[in-house]
């Protein structure tokens, strides 16, 4: 079935510091593909998503590129800021099926 | 729209105790998800409907767990008897069909079992 995997964290960086996120996947067809951000406290946000291959979904400063040659999805932010800690969850919307596939989540730690 | 609504945001209850915990989707949305997380098992999917039906409930943790959607803006999720290993930020999500379309949470309901 389709499945999500995500690096582990917690991924601790300094304020500033340049941010990737691993996440691979394994789907039949063309998946949709999305980040979600959990902030202490709250439940999940959609952070960004990319719908086809070589999309790039973007939003405050993160991007990913849906990769399908290499079925990845990496997260990237060229300069983390304290307020970007949080958990960060890659996730997947298959054809057909219509439940998301989340991975493990990876929890950010930004130190000024 | 208010986005999705769970009641309540906490919950403590006694080991026994019969929960139930609400959710309100949004509105026009015909796919409604319950999840479950934990520190340990990260974000599980329980159960989900679709059009207000329970399209599969395989990641319901035991016959403890029951779920229901009685029309299109309003679902349950109950444990009877409740234990303390239920403790659990319990999440409600809903989404439109659609491979594109992702998915709006809730700020989740914040079970303690005592």
């Known amino acids: 079935g389709d499945s999500v995997t995500q690096m582990e964290g917690p991924v601790t960086l300094s304020e500033e510091a340049f941010l990737t996120i691993n996440c691979t996947y394994t789907?039949?067809?063309?998946?949709?593909l999305f980040w979600y951000v959990q902030y202490p406290g709250e439940g999940l946000q959609l952070l960004l998503k990319?719908?086809?291959?070589?999309d790039k979904g973007s939003n405050k400063g993160f991007e990913a590129t849906y990769r399908k040659e290499t079925t990845s999805f990496h997260l990237e932010k060229g300069s983390v800021q304290v307020s970007d800690s949080a958990v960060y969850f890659c996730?997947?919307?298959?054809?057909?099926?219509?439940?998301?596939?989340f991975g493990t989540g990876t929890r950010l730690l930004v130190s000024p | 729209d208010a986005g999705v609504i769970q009641s309540p945001r906490h919950e403590v209850t006694e080991m026994g105790q019969e929960v139930t915990l609400r959710c309100k989707p949004i509105?026009?949305?015909?796919?409604l998800f319950w999840y479950r997380q934990t520190m340990m098992r990260g974000l599980e999917l329980l159960i989900y409907?679709?059009?207000?039906?329970?399209?599969?409930d395989s990641g319901m943790p035991e016959d403890r767990f029951s779920a229901k959607m009685p029309n299109a803006s309003f679902s349950t999720l109950k444990i009877q008897p409740s234990e303390p290993r239920d403790s659990a930020v319990y999440f409600c999500?809903?989404?439109?069909?659609?491979?594109?379309?992702?998915?709006?949470f809730g700020q989740g309901t914040r079970l303690t079992v005592v």
């Open positions: 999500a809903s989404t439109l069909t659609g491979v594109i379309t992702e998915a709006f």
């Open positions: 789907a039949t067809g063309y998946p949709s």
């Open positions: 990319a719908t086809k291959a070589d």
């Open positions: 996730a997947l919307r298959g054809v057909g099926f219509q439940k998301l596939v």
């Open positions: 509105s026009g949305h015909d796919y």
């Open positions: 409907f679709n059009n207000n039906v329970p399209i599969d």
